[in-house]
């Protein structure tokens, strides 16, 4: 089966995302995500402003939907408590224009991407498709990664000059090889993301897209291409997600079956004889899980803790602002960071918590109930399930640069349903032939 872009929308993104590896290689990525998301953002304004006015292949294929406007809303809302923020604690006019560039590069694209994707003609098979291209060029680059600490090449290759343009660290514009577990001092991969772990999230989302991929040969590369960014960042979080958000989608029609909800009856029934057993054994593995990597299990641990005290503590409606240096105790990590939940209510208090929980928590919704009844809904659902996790260990909106494939099928999502919907007639009334 042969995908080629229709029109100027689908052949910005393909070329863009089919792209990524040499992108990365110049220290680009982080550049080119906001400015696509812009861009597109920009166009699917103006086609919604002109209708009919503009070319046939870049007209807005339907309104915008609700949960985009809710998007909108919600991200609206975490610039102005970042403002308060800022306002609150004297940071002063230069760093609210920082925060505030910050904001239009992270928090905003989680609702341009969406935006794009429900009102622009992007087909998912042009993501698919794609996302599977990168998958090949992952695999292609793979033995020169996989070889490098054992010739003696270096980590890190070269820092792009482009870090100019500003990010959260020159991480973002450099270009790694390979980088060394300080823990254990084995090497770990990060591909082209700028650390090992949410390379392995980028491997999960990899396999989702993959497994609905129709030509076996591609479907192929991205699922190994997904799989090798899982097992060679040594990710924890990436098995986990791997398990968890390609099989939960596909299992969560069974619900609407008489016969899975008497197997769970039965199973429940049950429970009393092996539940405490299971309960043990659940309770040795997430120990296991955690002592992986204490010493990150703590670090993260006590990260979240100073966080929580400090929102509650010092700034509970609006947060600090914007990140704090940490202590010797944390390893200098910045406290906010390293969680989206906890970082929120420290940089942005229960406002921007709660600015990003509702629009995220009705999409999970919306995506769920579709997911019951419709295919469609299976790859949504596994990438909110891939984001959700990743909010746990990552700060979401920093990342968004690569998470913009996802955050525009999650909007085709959106579009194809209301394509989809039809409406039945009231009782009685003649259906027009």
């Known amino acids: 089966m042969t995908v080629t872009p229709a029109n100027p929308a689908e052949k910005i993104v393909w070329t863009t995302l089919i792209w990524t590896w040499p992108l990365y290689a110049i220290g680009a990525l982080y550049v080119v995500g906001p400015i696509l998301a812009w861009v597109l953002a920009g166009l699917a304004a103006l086609s919604l402003y002109l209708g009919p006015a503009i070319r046939q292949d870049l007209r807005a294929t339907g309104p915008v939907p609700g949960l985009i406007w809710l998007w909108f809303a919600g991200m609206a809302v975490m610039l102005i408590a970042l403002w308060a923020g800022h306002l609150d604690w004297g ?17 905003a694209l989680l609702a341009l991407f969406p935006l794009i994707g ?14 599977c291209i990168v998958g090949l060029w992952t695999l292609i680059i793979a033995p020169l990664l996989l070889v490098a600490p054992y010739v003696g090449l270096p980590e890190r290759i070269f820092t792009s000059p482009l870090k100019a343009v ?51 040969g591609w479907m192929a590369a991205g699922l190994a291409a997904g799989v090798l960014m899982i097992l ?25 079956r008489t016969w899975a909800w008497m197997a769970v009856s039965a199973i429940a029934s049950s429970a009393a004889i092996w539940g405490t057993t299971a309960l043990d054994l659940g309770k040795a593995g997430i120990q296991g899980f955690k002592s992986a990597r204490a010493d990150s299990t703590r670090v ?12 509650q503590s010092d700034a509970f409606w609006f947060g600090h602002g914007t990140v704090k240096p940490g202590a010797h105790i944390v390893e200098y990590m910045p406290i906010g960071s390293h969680h989206t939940w906890y970082g929120l209510l420290f940089v ?11 629009p995220f928590v009705a999409h999970l919704i919306v995506v769920l109930i579709d997911a019951v009844h419709h295919p469609r809904g ?3 659902l596994g990438l909110l399930m891939t984001m959700l996790l990743l909010s746990f260990g990552e700060n979401i909106e920093i990342e968004a640069y690569l998470l913009w494939p996802a955050l525009m099928m999650l909007g085709c999502h959106l579009r194809e349903m209301a394509r989809d919907t039809v409406i039945a007639p009231p009782s009685g009334d003649a259906v027009p032939a």
Request: net charge positive; glycine share 10%.
């Open 91 to 107: 940071l002063g006019a230069k760093k609210t224009i920082k925060s505030s560039i910050g904001w239009a590069k992270g928090w």
């Open 118 to 131: 429900a009102v622009l003609p992007i087909r998912r098979d042009v993501l698919i498709r794609a996302q």
């Open 166 to 216: 500003g990010g959260p660290g020159p991480e973002y514009f450099s270009v790694y090889l390979f980088t060394f577990d300080p823990a254990s001092w084995t090497p770990r991969w990060q591909f082209f993301a700028p650390w090992s772990p949410f390379a392995a999230l980028l491997g999960v989302i990899m396999v989702l897209f993959a497994l609905e991929e129709k030509h076996r």
């Open 232 to 256: 060679a960042s040594k990710s924890r979080m990436g098995l986990v997600g791997l398990v968890a958000c390609t099989l939960g989608p596909r299992m969560l029609p069974l619900i609407a």
């Open 300 to 311: 993260r641990e006590t990260l979240q803790r100073i966080a929580y005290d400090r929102w």
């Open 348 to 358: 942005k208090g229960l406002v921007g918590f709660l600015a990003f929980l509702i």
């Open 378 to 380: 299976r790859l949504p």
